[in-house]
């Protein structure tokens, strides 16, 4: 959990940090702070007090295995099995360890090499290069402005059910209606309804934005 959290933060997030791995892992600054020192010991991190953590090649190596195959073994899941994108998550943490380099091969073959999760997060590439970004978060999109939904930032089995409800998931095209001020809502469009979502949830659905239309 911590290799695979480490990479999350340094490659697709803020940065890994003691305070920022706690909060993610739910666990004390002391906690981390101790498994920092094995990790470090065993080779798998660099880091310095009160600076960034960094994972060695090895690290990588071992960080970009197990998210691999978490994602695929998420998106096993969905595409073959019919979960729901909102209950994989916790059952693909116990399947990532029953994965081998075999049964990974059958399942990139079997689901056509996908790029990414159910839930829009890459799957990491095997030559342990960066992966493209995901997209931007709808906050950021203007009113008029039409974009399609890529990812989320935070696989919450509550939100993702919410999203699911309401149509957004990835590859769903919305159209920006209105930003209220002061920290309000975002009304957007998508399908045949209009909803008002919260600031705080537009900012975790990530989106590309789509070709201007002259209207």
Known sequence: MYMKA???LARE?????????????GVSP??????????VADGYVEHEARGDIALTRKGLQEAVRVVRRNRLAERMLTDMLGMSWDDVHAEACILEHA???RLEEALIKTLGD????PHGHPIPPRDLSRPEPLGEPLAQVEPGDDATVCGVTEA??????YLGELG??????????????LGGPVTIEIGNKRVAVS??????VLVTRQAAVIR
């Open 168 to 181: 957004m998931q990835p590859g769903a095209h919305v159209r920006v209606i209105e930003k209220a001020p």
């Open 156 to 161: 919450l089995p509550e939100m993702l059910r």
């Open 6 to 8: 480490i990479y999350r």
């Open 13 to 25: 997030g803020p940065g890994a940090t003691t305070s920022v791995l706690a909060t993610e892992l």
């Open 114 to 117: 996908p790029k990414t999760c």
């Open 30 to 39: 002391a906690s981390v702070s101790g498994m920092l020192k094995k990790l």
């Open 99 to 101: 994965i081998t380099d």
């Open 199 to 204: 600031l705080e949830l537009a900012r975790m």
